[in-house]
């Protein structure tokens, strides 16, 4: 994590293109982007469509949008030319489970017991950096430590008074007493009394949901089942009845918004899929019968997060985790990898996530090299993490494709991601909203 984050300083300080760009960061809101007319150059074009690679590239931008694509574009007099040389251009990545205001290297019992949601709010400033050079432009944030933190954290990344990708938050998760996400799994004798995201029975459930919205959540999360990094009820375990889910779905709707659950658990799966919720987190314990319903219910998505698994369990990367939660890791795996093989071979449409900090936060490309070596084809990787991913949150009118009209949210690889899925760990080009943010890749200029 420190030489990463040295790194991403030094390239910080060294890049012109960098400096100036956050020195010319929109300083608040939408329609304050830069009126400029930029044009980009690449070898490739991979538009998040999943058609053939358009090659040569160009894309022109003015402002915060893009106007045109092809593969020869006239150039406007004064226009600002990037020429990525033989980079691979594509839309901005989205990561659909994040938990920007955790820190990798601090355990949440540790955070709640000894620190303050100005900690989170300060590092997840840092981690929406650091998250946005490595190529995410949006992220769906799947919950914090310190409720609210996240809404604190989106609204500045809109503001622009620092950079980001773009969010969805949760605000504070929805949990039963005793479960996955019972954030008070002290001594009964200690209290964190700011931490109120427990609600047991269906309108305790409806108070949570009504309370997320009022607070500036833009989505539910619930855990329906146990979780792996959590001393309470077990990961295959349902932890929330099927009336619970429900309750929870009803409540969403009537504001228009979607409910997330984390899932482990294959009865868990199902229970929360029979309720209506919009994602299923994780999905472990996805079998045939839950896949037949996904099938039947073209509104409910199955979102795995696998990489969390090699990175964790494989690269004997230090971590925050107490053997506890090590082990329940361990346990889990061969069911979360064949669920996700079995996804692949019903052809379900999945999204992309990482459960970051779990995947150190910048990481995240990981899990396309997890996916591909899973079986999937590194194409339907790419078209996962941009236009499947901008459809679950409903933002296909906006992000997740390259196309005239949609926010100029792109980034570039060394080499093509179809012959080698790894350079997507090694983005060298973000822009968000007609803003450069990164540049390494340019040639010239
Ligand atoms: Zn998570």
């Known amino acids: 994590m420190r030489a990463f984050l040295r790194s991403i300083l030094v390239s910080m300080a060294c890049l012109a293109p960098v400096a100036v760009a956050l020195a010319q960061a929109p300083p608040a809101g939408a329609g304050a982007a830069p009126a400029q007319v930029i044009v980009i150059r690449a070898a490739r074009l991979i538009d998040g469509r999943g058609g053939a690679p358009l090659s040569p590239a160009m894309v022109r931008i003015d402002g915060d949008r893009i106007v045109a694509v092809g593969s020869s574009l006239p150039v406007p007099a004064g226009a600002r030319q990037i020429d990525l040389g033989g980079a691979t251009l594509l839309p901005g990545f989205i990561d659909l489970h994040t938990h920007l205001t955790t820190r990798e290297d601090v355990h949440w019992e540790d955070g709640l017991l000894k620190t303050t949601p100005a900690d989170d ?12 050079m490595a190529g995410f432009t949006t992220v769906r ?16 990344i809109d503001a622009g008074a620092v950079p980001g990708p ?21 001594s009964p004798y200690v209290q964190v009394p700011l931490v109120h995201n427990l609600a047991d029975g269906p309108e305790e459930v409806t108070k949570a949901v009504r309370t997320n919205f009022k607070n500036g959540a833009d989505f539910i999360k619930i855990l329906a089942t146990g979780a792996v990094l959590s001393k309470g009820i077990p990961p295959g375990a349902q932890q ?11 409540e969403a709707t009537r504001w228009g918004r979607d409910v997330a659950a984390h899932a482990h658990g294959t009865e868990g799966i199902k229970a929360a899929i029979r309720a209506g919720v919009h994602t299923i987190d994780h999905g472990s314990g996805l079998d045939d019968e ?43 795996r ?10 692949l071979a019903a052809g379900l449409p999945i999204g992309w996530a990482t459960d970051a900090p779990v995947v150190p936060h910048g990481l995240n490309a990981r899990e396309f090299r997890t996916r591909v070596g899973l079986g999937e084809q590194p194409m339907a990787a790419l078209v996962s993490a941009t236009r499947v991913n901008s459809q679950i ?3 296909q009118d906006r992000v997740g494709t390259v196309e005239a009209g949609k926010f100029a949210d792109l980034v570039a690889v060394p080499g093509n991601p179809l012959d080698d899925i790894t350079v997507t760990e090694r983005v060298g080009f973000v822009m968000k909203g007609g803003v450069v943010y990164r540049s390494e890749l340019a040639t010239g200029h």
Not at 141 to 156: E, F, H, I, S
Not at 304 to 332: C, G, H, V, W, Y
């Open 121 to 132: 709010a300060l590092w997840g400033a840092h981690n929406a950096l650091v998250t946005l």
């Open 393 to 395: 949150i409903h933002w």
């Open 141 to 156: 944030d799947m919950g914090c430590d310190w409720p609210y933190t996240d809404v604190a954290l989106r609204n500045a």
């Open 334 to 343: 061969a069911m979360a990898e064949a669920a996700f093989r079995r996804a």
């Open 290 to 332: 839950a896949v037949a319903m996904l099938k039947a219910r073209p509104n409910t998505y199955y979102v795995p997060t696998l990489a969390l698994l090699s990175i964790n369990l494989d690269d004997k990367r230090a971590n925050a985790f107490p053997p506890a939660e090590m082990e329940r890791m361990r346990q889990i």
């Open 240 to 250: 929330y009845s099927d009336e619970e889910i429900r309750a929870a779905v009803v």
């Open 166 to 186: 773009r969010m969805l938050v949760a605000g504070a998760y929805v949990s039963s007493t005793g479960g996955a996400g019972d954030a008070l799994q002290f």
